[in-house]
């Protein structure tokens, strides 16, 4: 299958601090990139969907000012989390869709600890 | 209600047994189906897609009924490595769109 990867795989931080994790198709072009947080025993939760070149759709209850989501490239997407709090700690995990595959694959997720 | 439902389990079961696993999804349209597997603290993996005919990949048999909106998953001979945990995943728009997760199903398979 298709690789997504991500970096960073963990970071722990600060409480007030951005954190900005990046997703980058590796061996497909992706134009559509979706970002996911999985809280502890918990489902895995769409945030928002990213689209080259445009601005992201997040879903509802997410915060955009909070939650910068960048799509410059047809490979990469980046998440910022502005001004981190406990509360945000959680397994951050970005997809990127293949269109020729019509497949959505998945990054290795971001475990995100704010202290 | 919750969009996708599945029984967290713990499922324990014996290894060589079969186990099988369901799912109900709340939006009666949705398009696509899946069953992906987490190992703990990693990414899902797409175990297989779900088609109304029912499909079987190996060990694995999956099978859609719209009408009662369930999803059912089927292991055979279970192995110790099937032990995971098994999302019921649905895609409520087109396949380009963002995906909606149950809670998953936690298996263990026991020597």
């Known amino acids: 299958g298709a690789v997504v990867s991500q970096h960073p795989s963990r970071v722990i931080c600060k409480s007030g601090t951005s954190v900005k994790i990046e997703c980058r198709s590796l061996?497909?072009?992706?134009?559509?990139m979706f970002w996911y947080r999985q809280f502890p025993k918990q489902s895995l939760m769409l945030m928002a969907t990213s689209n080259e070149g445009s601005k992201a759709t997040y879903e509802q209850g997410v915060e955009k000012d909070k939650f910068l989501i960048n799509h410059a490239s047809l490979t990469l997407s980046t998440l910022t989390v502005t001004s981190a709090h406990p509360e945000d700690s959680s397994f951050y995990i970005c997809s990127g869709w293949d269109q020729q595959k019509e497949t959505q694959y998945f990054g290795p997720g971001t475990r995100l600890l704010v202290l | 209600r919750k969009e996708v439902e599945q029984d967290p389990g713990p499922f324990n079961v014996p290894e060589g047994a079969t186990v099988a696993f369901n799912c109900t999804y709340s939006n009666s349209a949705s398009q696509s189906f899946f069953w992906y597997r987490q190992d703990c603290r990693k990414e899902p993996k797409l175990l297989m897609s779900v088609y109304s005919s029912g499909n079987e990949d190996g060990r694995f048999t999956a099978q859609l009924n719209r009408a009662s909106q369930y999803i059912s998953l089927l292991i055979r001979d279970s192995k110790l490595s099937d032990s995971a945990t098994y999302l019921c995943v649905v895609n409520m728009g087109t396949r380009a769109d963002g995906l909606t997760f149950g809670k998953g199903t936690h298996l263990i398979i026991q020597p």
């Open positions: 061996d497909f072009q992706a134009t559509t």
